[in-house]
């Protein structure tokens, strides 16, 4: 599979073996045979410390594997939000697309991760982009009943009636299920 000692190490955890290759010159972006490299590699097994490390060694912070899909977009749809702040804060584009066309907050909103939501939302996510399925993070977030992940994106821009059109359903069946727990927030969407 084309995994360097390095890839290993950041899939395993181990922060000081990663740091002692990186310190002997080991190839900081080198990838596998599916485009993986170790920061895709510490972020998919949870590992932010190693994270951290090789954002500090200036790793290619929006490098892209076979699926198009970078560290952030891993981040996102594992909900690890420390790792989602740390790529977020060493310039990782918050809207890059992967082959599937999803970004990060689509992969967030998806899996029912709100903090991040929120975190990708105040970073300038772009809460309308589609999908290659047309559609958005506000349908994933309604179709896969993260209702709050809905009601953040809806506060922050996202359209009820675009969202209703893309589930084939009135706006009224989706405002009422949005927002069926807390009737009094039903004047939100209203106005």
Same mark, same amino acid.
């Given at each position: 599979?084309?995994?360097?000692?390095?890839?290993?190490?950041?899939? $395993?955890?181990?922060?000081?073996?990663?740091?002692?290759?990186?310190?002997?010159?080991?190839?900081?972006?080198?990838?596998?045979?599916?485009?993986?490299?170790?920061?895709?590699?510490?972020?998919?097994?949870?590992?932010?410390?190693?994270?951290?490390?090789?954002?500090?060694?200036?790793?290619?912070?929006?490098?892209?594997?076979?699926?198009?899909?970078?560290?952030?977009?891993?981040?996102?749809?594992?909900?690890?939000?420390?790792?989602?702040?740390?790529?977020?804060?060493?310039?990782?584009?918050?809207?890059?697309?992967? $082959?599937?066309?999803?970004?990060?907050?689509?992969?967030?909103?998806? =899996?029912?991760?709100?903090?991040?939501?929120?975190?990708?939302?105040?970073?300038?996510?772009?809460?309308?982009?589609?999908?290659?399925?047309?559609?958005?993070?506000?349908?994933?977030?309604? =179709?896969?009943?993260?209702?709050?992940?809905?009601?953040?994106?809806?506060?922050?821009?996202? $359209?009820?009636?675009?969202?209703?059109?893309?589930?084939?359903?009135?706006?009224?069946?989706?405002?009422? $299920?949005?927002?069926?727990?807390?009737?009094?927030?039903?004047?939100?969407?209203?106005?």
């Amino acid at each position: 599979m084309g995994r360097t000692p390095l890839i290993l190490a950041a899939q $395993k955890g181990h922060v000081d073996t990663v740091a002692l290759l990186v310190a002997h010159d080991s190839n900081i972006n080198a990838a596998d045979d599916f485009r993986r490299t170790a920061l895709h590699e510490a972020v998919c097994s949870r590992f932010p410390r190693v994270v951290d490390h090789l954002i500090q060694c200036k790793v290619m912070i929006n490098a892209y594997d076979y699926h198009g899909s970078t560290g952030l977009i891993y981040a996102a749809e594992l909900g690890e939000l420390s790792s989602v702040r740390m790529l977020l804060q060493a310039h990782a584009k918050v809207d890059h697309v992967n $082959k599937y066309g999803r970004t990060a907050l689509i992969q967030a909103a998806a =899996n029912g991760h709100y903090m991040v939501v929120e975190i990708l939302v105040q970073s300038n996510a772009d809460i309308h982009h589609n999908d290659l399925s047309g559609n958005n993070a506000n349908y994933y977030a309604y =179709n896969y009943g993260h209702i709050e992940c809905c009601k953040y994106l809806i506060k922050n821009g996202a $359209k009820l009636d675009e969202l209703a059109k893309s589930m084939g359903l009135s706006e009224e069946v989706v405002r009422n $299920k949005i927002y069926a727990s807390r009737p009094e927030n039903l004047e939100e969407v209203y106005f």
